[in-house]
C-alpha cells in the first residue's frame, strides 16, 4: 500500500541543558527564509510544495503529475543552464502532503540568485499536458488498489477541499508553486553570527472543515472495516501541533488496550489535516463497538495515558533531533506552517506544560462529533 503513516519531528523538553542546533534558527525577511548552521560539508536549500493529501485517486493523480511536470520542467534548458553555472545539484523528494525540493551548494548561494531559480520553476514546463495526466492518472489508479486503500481513499474525498479533479494543467502547476509562497530553509556550515529580523507572516489558509457524515461503501474483499475521521485544521501555531501530536498518541494508548484490529493515522496539513481511527474484523457485529463509541467518553481522561504519549514524544525527540534529517524535517515544519524561529523552544515548552485539562479542551475542540465521519466498509 503506497500510504505510510509519517513520523513527525516531536520536541521534549527533558534533560536538555546545553545548546542544540534547533536552538539557532535564524530567520530573514528578504526573501523570507529560515538559517540553521550545521556542520557539513554542502549546503543545502528545501523548498518545501503543499500539495493535497495523496490518499484519494483524485489528489494522488495531481501530485503524480506535478512531480512529472517538476522532473520535466528542472531539465529543461534554462534551469539547467543555472544549476550549472551555479554548481548546483537538484533532486526533489516526496511525501504525502507535500513535495520538497532540494537544491545543493559547495558555498551559500546569493539570495538574488535563488530569486531567480523560483521565477524560472515557477514557469510550467513545455510539455503535452494531456499525456501527463493520464499517466498521472493511469499509476493512481495502479497504486491505490485494496480494502484499505479503498476505505482511505473515500475518507480523503470527504477531507478534501480541492475541486474534483484530477487533471493538473499549467495554470494549477503555476498555483501549486504560488501557495508555497518561494518559502525555503537553509543548512550549512555558515561564517560569523547571524540574527533573526523580525519574523514575517505568510498568507494563512482558511480552509473549512467538513460537517459530519455517516457513510457505507461495499468492495470486493472479505473483511468489514469502520472508519472514524477528523478533520484538523492546519497547525499554524507550534502549541496546537504538538497537542494535535499529544492527542494521537494518547489515542493510541486507548486502542492498545481494546482488543481487534485498529489502526490510527495522524496527519497535519497546510489545508486540512486529519486524524483518523479504523477496525477490521471477519464480521459486522465486531465492530459495533467501535461503530458507536464517542471518541471524547471512551475512558475517564487520566493523567497515566497522557504521561506515557508525552514520554513517547521525548523518545522520538532524542532520537530524531539528534540527526541532520530529524533537523531538516523540523525545519520542513517551520516552513510549511509559518513558525517563528523560536518554534523549537515553544514547542519544548507546550509539551512540558501539556496536562490532562488542555488536552482534554484540544480533543473537544478539534475531535468534535459536528466534524465527523463515521465510514463503513462492507463486502458485496
Not at 493510541?252 to 485498529?262: A, D, H, K, V
Not at 532520537?319 to 517551520?334: P, R
Amino acid at each position: 500500500m503506497w500510504f505510510v503513516a509519517i513520523a513527525i519531528v516531536l520536541l521534549s523538553a527533558t534533560g536538555r541543558e546545553k545548546p542544540q542546533p534547533l536552538d539557532q534558527i535564524v530567520f530573514q525577511a528578504n526573501p523570507p527564509h529560515y538559517l540553521l548552521p550545521l556542520t557539513t560539508d554542502r549546503v543545502l536549500v528545501r523548498i518545501p510544495i503543499p500539495t493535497s493529501p495523496a490518499l484519494s485517486e483524485t489528489a494522488l493523480a495531481q501530485q503524480n503529475a506535478l512531480v512529472d511536470a517538476l522532473g520535466q520542467r528542472i531539465l529543461q534548458k534554462d534551469l539547467q543552464d543555472w544549476l550549472q553555472k551555479q554548481s548546483s545539484d537538484f533532486y526533489l523528494e516526496r511525501f504525502q502532503t507535500h513535495l520538497v525540493i532540494n537544491l545543493v551548494f559547495q558555498n551559500i548561494p546569493e539570495t538574488q540568485s535563488l530569486s531567480a531559480f523560483w521565477a524560472l520553476l515557477t514557469q510550467p514546463p513545455e510539455t503535452d499536458w494531456q499525456q501527463l495526466q493520464m499517466r498521472a492518472l493511469a499509476q493512481a489508479r495502479l497504486t491505490l488498489q485494496g480494502a484499505e486503500s479503498k476505505l482511505l481513499s473515500a475518507a480523503a474525498n470527504w477531507l478534501s477541499t480541492q475541486p474534483s479533479t484530477s487533471a493538473i494543467a499549467p495554470e494549477l502547476y503555476q498555483q501549486v508553486l504560488a501557495d508555497s509562497q518561494g518559502r525555503y530553509h537553509l543548512s550549512g556550515n555558515f561564517q560569523g553570527k547571524r540574527t533573526s529580523d523580525a519574523f514575517v507572516s505568510k498568507q494563512l489558509s482558511t480552509s473549512e472543515r467538513p460537517t459530519a457524515a455517516n457513510l457505507t461503501l461495499e468492495g470486493y474483499q472479505s473483511e468489514f472495516f469502520h472508519l472514524k475521521a477528523w478533520p484538523l485544521r492546519p497547525a499554524h501555531q507550534v502549541e496546537d501541533w504538538v497537542m494535535g501530536r499529544l492527542a494521537a498518541l494518547y489515542l493510541q494508548e486507548w486502542i492498545n488496550s481494546q482488543s481487534g484490529e485498529f489502526r490510527l493515522l495522524w496527519q497535519p496539513s497546510e489545508s486540512v489535516g486529519y486524524l483518523m481511527i479504523y477496525q477490521s474484523a471477519s464480521n459486522a457485529d465486531a465492530l459495533t463497538n467501535f461503530a458507536r463509541v464517542d471518541i471524547n467518553t471512551i475512558m475517564p481522561l487520566v493523567t497515566p495515558s497522557l504521561e506515557t504519549a508525552k514520554a513517547n514524544l521525548a523518545a522520538t525527540l532524542e532520537q530524531q533531533t539528534s540527526s541532520e534529517l530529524g533537523m531538516l524535517a523540523w525545519l520542513d515544519l517551520m516552513t510549511r506552517f509559518n513558525w517563528p524561529p523560536d518554534a523549537y523552544q515553544t514547542a519544548l515548552s507546550s509539551l512540558q506544560q501539556a496536562d490532562i485539562n488542555t488536552l482534554h479542551n484540544w480533543m473537544l475542540d478539534n475531535l468534535s462529533n459536528d466534524h465527523l465521519l463515521n465510514l463503513s466498509l462492507r463486502p458485496y
